[in-house]
């Protein structure tokens, strides 16, 4: 696919991207590339990246940029990145992409904006945008969930287990990785080291870098938010498990004298005078009992009840 940067993205055939001074936006697979490459007439010593993708960067040819994107997917960050890569000079930009990733951005763009100065950079800024047009709800997303699991830990309504807690960590340094990425693009498309860009224009990428450094550090916030989680859900585990051991160590140190005493008179000697009073068993039974309300209530007035 071929298009003019005019007021909007308009569609165009091979021909006229050439014969317009409009410049021009392309889609192509990594096939459609290697037999049309030679006709865009660009710099190219370093080959942009198809199938060894790793991360989002730009690096400058001679006469040309070229790089790759990686774009994690939004609808589950623990699944495939969508990955593709570019070719760009001052005439336009090629997308070389097999997963259709970059024709589905390109076509919100065309949907959704029109521009009073058409050019080069500001389309740029847009599919750049487009990128991350989700992200802030994402994150406050990610805010309001964190926000309930302290509640829930805090009041103990419900059960909250650090798997989904780490499962958060995981996805926001996915993201911050990605805005880290994204931020070099940035500034190496604000350098302009081959003048492509009209430097009234580059205004475009400052407003892109500012808005990724914001992000980054949200997302640098709400990963400490999800450590701080961590660290009240072990407490909060710290102090059940206190309470619970409290409680044990309280019935065994009532039973421990009751103990003594079932075990001292059931040791069944001929000659144990208790044994054979009539009044043993009631006195045994109020001894018993005098010995665990006196446990009681010492426990108590130390408050460890």
């Known amino acids: 696919m071929y298009y003019l940067i005019k007021e909007t993205l ?7 991207p050439e014969a317009s001074d409009a410049q021009f936006v392309a889609v192509l697979t990594c096939e459609e590339w ?3 490459k030679d ?10 990246s198809f199938s060894d993708i790793h991360s989002t960067k730009a690096e400058v040819n001679y006469d040309s940029l070229t790089g790759s994107f990686m774009v994690p997917n939004r609808e589950g960050l623990s699944r495939r990145s969508k990955r593709f890569s570019f070719a760009l000079d001052e005439k336009g930009i090629v997308f070389i992409d097999d997963s259709g990733a970059a ?6 763009i065309q949907k959704t ?8 950079e500001r389309f740029l800024y847009d599919f750049l945008e487009q990128i991350v047009r989700s992200d802030r709800d994402l994150l406050e997303r990610y805010d309001r969930e964190l926000d309930e699991m302290e509640i829930a830990i805090v009041r103990e309504e419900s059960e ?5 807690v780490n499962d958060i960590r995981s996805e926001l340094r996915v993201l911050r990785t990605h805005y880290e990425q994204l931020l070099d693009f940035s500034q190496e498309l604000e350098e302009n080291e081959n003048n492509f860009f009209r430097h009234d224009n580059l205004r475009y990428f400052r407003l892109f870098i500012n808005r990724i450094e914001r992000l980054r550090d949200t997302t640098v916030a709400i990963g400490d938010h999800a ?4 660290d009240i859900y072990k407490s909060h585990l710290d102090i059940k498990q206190n309470r619970i051991m409290t409680v044990l160590t309280i019935v065994t140190t009532i039973f421990m004298p009751l103990t003594l005493i079932a075990g001292w008179y059931g040791m069944n000697f001929r000659f144990m005078p208790e044994l054979e009073t009539e009044w043993g068993y009631p006195i045994i039974i109020i001894v018993s009992v005098l ?5 009681l209530l010492f426990f108590k007035k130390k408050k460890w009840l």
Do not use: C, H, N
């Not at 904006?113 to 080069?120: D, V």
């Open 34 to 36: 290697e037999t049309e």
């Open 291 to 295: 010995i665990v309300l006196g446990s």
């Open 10 to 16: 308009t569609e165009a055939d091979r021909r006229q």
């Open 113 to 120: 904006r029109k521009w009073r100065l058409p050019s080069l």
């Open 227 to 230: 450590a701080q989680i961590r």
């Open 39 to 48: 006709g865009f007439d660009m710099g190219i010593d370093m080959e942009p």
């Open 103 to 108: 024709q589905s951005i390109i076509a919100e």
């Open 160 to 164: 909250v287990t650090l798997e989904r």
